[in-house]
T-cell receptor, first 115, second 111 residues
Framework: ETGVTQTPRHLVMGMTNKKSLKCEQH?????MYWYKQSAKKPLELMFV???????ENNSVPSRFSPECPNSSHLFLHLHTLQPEDSALYLC??????????????FGNGTRLTVT | KNEVEQSPQNLTAQEGEFITINCSYS?????LHWLQQHPGGGIVSLFM???GKKKHGRLIATINIQEKHSSLHITASHPRDSAVYIC?????????????FGKGTHLIIQP
């Protein structure tokens, strides 16, 4: 049990579908993150929320839409994705906005396949 | 440019062997993280260090600030150590999470 729970673990969707990824953390953290991990590439930061406010959007296409209703829950809404969006999507959380001494706690990820 | 380079990319060893994974980084990091990712995908933070050496069980992490280099060692390796090991440097001004990740080292320990 990592304290950060992601659902679903696996998702296959067509390019015209709309789906959502969910992340929940039970660690009392106030910062949450979405990362994308593609094969043979380093982890890429997509979105950051501190105290429910989005503070980072690393030029992510609008077909990815994050939502953070409270400091414990984070969603990633997906629509009209492309096959190259197939990847492992990881959620993470940390305390105090991820300061230098705040380690990240990761979920197990959602393996997304876009057909 | 903030960079983190890991070597080797892939490593296969026999059970019981001493394992070393290396990480080099550019100037300016305030801390270096070692992460472990199992085949299921989840990532676990192993160490966060800014100087010296840390040990947890059979895992040892060292960092040499002058040489901008860190190593992760595994003693008496076991098949359950098979995973991807990721090095990440925390840079000032490196984005909201401040982290630059390496590509990872894929370790396989054979029985």
């Amino acid at each position: 049990e990592t304290g950060v729970t992601q659902t679903p673990r696996h998702l296959v969707m067509g390019m015209t579908n709309k789906k959502s990824l969910k992340c929940e953390q039970h660690l009392g953290h106030n910062a949450m993150y979405w990362y994308k991990q593609s094969a043979k590439k380093p982890l890429e930061l997509m979105f950051v929320y501190n105290f429910k406010e989005q503070t980072e959007n690393n030029s992510v296409p609008s077909r990815f839409s994050p939502e953070c209703p409270n400091s414990s829950h984070l969603f990633l809404h997906l629509h009209t994705l492309q096959p190259e969006d197939s990847a492992l999507y990881l959620c993470a959380s940390s305390h105090q906005g991820g300061g230098p001494n705040s380690p990240l706690h990761f979920g197990n990820g959602t393996r997304l396949t876009v057909t | 440019k903030n960079e983190v380079e890991q070597s080797p990319q892939n490593l296969t060893a026999q059970e019981g062997e001493f394992i070393t994974i290396n990480c080099s980084y550019s100037v300016g990091i305030s801390a270096l993280h070692w992460l472990q990712q199992h085949p299921g995908g989840g990532i676990v933070s192993l160490f966060m260090l800014s100087s010296g050496k840390k040990k947890h069980g059979r895992l040892i992490a060292t960092i040499n600030i002058q040489e901008k280099h860190s190593s992760l060692h595994i003693t008496a390796s076991h098949p359950r150590d098979s995973a991807v090991y990721i090095c990440a440097g925390r840079y000032s001004g490196g984005g909201a999470d401040g982290l630059t990740f390496g590509k990872g080292t894929h370790l396989i320990i054979q029985p």
